[in-house]
């Protein structure tokens, strides 16, 4: 990941309506939710949860389907790893212990749900 991409991540996840609904889709995994879910869950009113899903999505963290008439949105994990990647690439000049003992556990939960069934 270049600078300029992980500034768009940063900046479109700098909003607390943005940053909830990308945790509502990392929860959801590879299914997703419905944009109505994502509305009721976080009771943002329908224009102001699409403003907000376009930021995500302009900023490639995630991904919508049609089903119909509805719309399936999906985190992109591959982005958010690559967002991890590079906020903590050579942490502490490469001494893992030194970033603490929770350093390591970010990239094994990320990992495991990344590769976990879709």
């Known amino acids: 990941m270049e600078m300029t991409e992980a500034t768009q991540s940063l900046a479109a996840l700098g909003h607390a309506s943005r940053l909830a609904i990308f945790r509502q889709l990392v929860e959801a995994g590879h299914g997703g939710r419905m944009a109505?879910?994502?509305?009721?869950?976080?009771?943002?009113?329908?224009?102001?949860?699409?403003?907000?899903?376009?930021?995500?999505m302009a900023a490639g963290l995630i991904h919508g389907e049609a089903r119909g008439r509805y719309v399936n949105y999906r985190a992109d994990f591959e982005a958010m790893n690559g967002l991890i990647a590079f906020l903590t690439h050579n942490c502490c000049a490469g001494d893992a212990e030194a970033c603490g003992p929770d350093a390591n556990q970010c990239t094994t939960a990320v990992t495991t749900c990344k590769t976990g069934s879709r």
């Open 36 to 56: 109505g879910e994502l509305a009721q869950a976080l009771s943002l009113p329908g224009a102001t949860l699409s403003f907000h899903l376009k930021e995500l």
